[in-house]
T-cell receptor, first 114, second 117 residues
Framework: DVKVTQSSRYLVKRTGEKVFLECVQDMDHENMFWYRQDPGLGLRLIYFSYDVKMKEKGDIPEGYSVSREKKERFSLILESASTNQTSMYLC?????????????FGSGTQLSVL | AQTVTQSQPEMSVQEAETVTLSCTYDTSENNYYLFWYKQPPSRQMILVIRQEAYKQQNATENRFSVNFQKAAKSFSLKISDSQLGDTAMYFCAFMKHGPFGNEKLTFGTGTRLTIIP
């Protein structure tokens, strides 16, 4: 079974802290994604990557950055956490080549910024 | 840019009944895929069903089926003989297949479905 693993299920941080959310997939997928999920807003794309060392901005990249040094790992970085970044963060991966391939999701990190 | 609209924030239905969740989308693309994902309280996103835009036949997966109206840009999900385990958030999603491969998924805002015993 494909596995997408997010390092933390729950995380509590202070305003101004630098926060790292880690995501690892074991299917040799080219594509990796970070989404943010908020009630009433659905899932919104923060950043995505089609290859190692490559990144593209999604719909809401402000206040975030990403790193993809290895194919299996995609990190989301909050340089200076703010209370409006309190949210559920979902990582996903997929094949770039398999036409119409679904996304495989991690089980999410609920981040609270106090 | 693509947009996906789910106009029903919440729905509830009695167990064993049939329920239909609505989804509309806006795109100028011709080659794309549509998905319904389910998110139960465990938070794990689970693929329910997938539809290729070039196929006229509606996709079905056991009790789940879609009504895909390409001209109207509508993609509704029908759940027959609903079960308590169907209680979840349901998200409609759109994915363009570009010249180099699969691209990002754009999601709707979700419908919270509750199955009443």
């Amino acid at each position: 079974d494909v596995k997408v693993t997010q390092s933390s299920r729950y995380l509590v941080k202070r305003t101004g802290e630098k926060v790292f959310l880690e995501c690892v997939q074991d299917m040799d997928h080219e594509n990796m994604f970070w989404y943010r999920q908020d009630p009433g807003l659905g899932l919104r794309l923060i950043y995505f990557s089609y290859d190692v060392k490559m990144k593209e901005k999604g719909d809401i990249p402000e206040g975030y950055s990403v790193s993809r040094e290895k194919k299996e790992r995609f990190s989301l970085i909050l340089e200076s956490a703010s209370t409006n970044q309190t949210s559920m963060y979902l990582c996903a991966s997929s094949s770039f080549r398999e036409v119409g391939e679904k996304l495989f999701f991690g089980s999410g990190t609920q981040l609270s910024v106090l | 840019a693509q947009t996906v609209t789910q106009s029903q924030p919440e729905m509830s239905v009695q167990e064993a009944e049939t329920v239909t969740l609505s989804c509309t989308y806006d795109t100028s693309e011709n080659n794309y895929y549509l998905f319904w994902y389910k998110q139960p309280p465990s938070r794990q996103m689970i693929l329910v069903i997938r539809q290729e835009a070039y196929k006229q036949q509606n996709a079905t997966e056991n009790r789940f089926s879609v009504n895909f109206q390409k001209a109207a840009k509508s993609f509704s999900l029908k759940i027959s003989d609903s079960q308590l385990g169907d209680t979840a958030m349901y998200f409609c999603a759109f994915m363009k297949h570009g010249p180099f491969g699969n691209e990002k998924l754009t999601f709707g805002t979700g419908t919270r479905l509750t199955i009443i015993p």
